[in-house]
C-alpha cells in the first residue's frame, strides 16, 4: 500500500501500533483499539507485560486467548477458556507437597478413669482371684480357707456337737481390727456348741443385731436337726469389701439329711431370707 505523505505514514505506523491493524485509506475517522494484555482474574486491560497475553497475530489481526478472531473494529471472542487456562491445576506431586505441609491434629486419647484409694483396680482384682493363694487349716473337722491377709474366705464341714464349748475371749475381742464397729460382737462361723475351734480364724467382726438375732436363729436349726438325729453339713462364705477385714455380707450354704437349702445375710441391721 502506498502512502501520499509522511505525516500518512507516521499515522497509519501509530494506527497500527495501537489497534494492530494497518488502517485503509476508507478507514473510519473512529479508531478502536485492542489491548491482549488483560488480568486472567477479573479480565481488566493491564499495561504490556504484566497479567498475561491472550491474543497473537493472525492475518492481519489478533485473536484473543479464547480463540475468537479480534480486529480493529470490534471483538468476537471470549474469555471464558482463557480463564479456565489462567487457573492450571496443581499436579499430584504439588498436592502431595502442599498435604506434606500441613500436621495432622494431635489424636486426643481420654485418660483412665482414676481408681479410688484403698480400691483394687479391675485388672488387679481379676489377678488377685485367680493368682491368690489360701492357706487350708483344718480343725474339729472343719476346714477353714485363710487368704494372705489372715482373713476366712470360706469354712466346709459336716457339725458335731460338743459338751463342752470352749470360747477365746481374746479372739472374740479382736475379731476384726480395726475396721471392727462398736456396735459388733466377735462372732463364731462355727459356734462353740458344734465344736467351733478357738483360733482367730473362726471369728469375725459380727453385728451384734446380727449375731444375737438372726445368726443365732439359723445355729438353734441346725441344733434342732442334730439333736434329732439329722446330718448337718455346710459351706460358709464370707464377703469383703476392698481390702476390709469385717466382712459386709455372710453367704451359707447347708443340707440337712441331703435336703440343701441356703441363706444370705447382710452383715447390718437387716433381715435375711432363707432360700430352700
Not at 58 to 68: A, D, V
Not at 136 to 147: A, F, K, L, T, W
Amino acid at each position: 500500500m502506498e502512502w501520499t505523505s509522511r505525516q500518512t505514514n507516521d499515522g497509519a505506523f501509530s494506527s497500527w501500533l495501537r489497534t494492530g491493524r494497518l488502517p485503509s485509506q476508507t478507514a473510519s475517522t473512529v479508531e478502536v483499539k485492542f489491548n491482549p494484555w488483560h488480568d486472567p482474574e477479573d479480565g481488566q486491560f493491564t499495561f504490556a507485560n504484566s497479567g498475561r497475553y491472550f491474543g497473537s497475530w493472525l492475518r492481519g489481526g489478533f485473536t484473543g486467548g479464547g480463540g475468537g478472531r479480534f480486529g480493529g473494529g470490534g471483538a468476537t471472542g471470549t474469555w471464558d477458556a482463557a480463564d479456565k487456562r489462567a487457573k492450571p491445576k496443581a499436579s499430584s506431586s504439588q498436592r502431595s507437597r502442599t498435604i506434606g505441609r500441613v500436621e495432622a491434629p494431635p489424636k486426643i486419647v481420654p485418660a483412665p478413669a482414676p481408681v479410688p484409694a484403698g480400691v483394687p483396680s479391675p485388672r488387679a482384682s481379676r489377678q488377685s482371684t485367680t493368682a491368690e493363694k489360701l492357706r487350708s487349716v483344718v480343725r474339729n473337722g472343719y476346714e477353714y480357707q485363710i487368704d494372705a491377709s489372715g482373713r476366712t474366705r470360706r469354712i466346709t464341714g459336716t457339725l458335731t456337737m460338743s459338751e463342752t464349748q470352749l470360747r477365746s475371749r481374746r479372739a472374740q475381742a479382736q475379731a476384726g481390727g480395726v475396721d471392727r464397729r462398736t456396735s459388733d460382737d466377735g462372732g463364731h462361723y462355727i459356734a462353740a456348741r458344734f465344736n467351733g475351734p478357738t483360733e482367730a480364724f473362726n471369728h469375725f467382726a459380727q453385728d451384734a443385731n446380727f449375731n444375737r438375732g438372726r445368726y443365732r436363729a439359723l445355729e438353734d436349726q441346725w441344733a434342732r436337726a442334730k439333736n434329732g438325729g439329722k446330718q448337718v453339713s455346710g459351706r460358709i462364705v464370707p464377703v469383703y469389701d476392698g481390702l476390709s477385714k469385717r466382712p459386709s455380707t455372710i453367704n451359707v450354704w447347708f443340707s440337712v439329711d441331703g435336703a440343701l437349702k441356703s441363706v444370705r445375710f447382710s452383715n447390718e441391721h437387716r433381715e435375711a431370707s432363707l432360700g430352700k
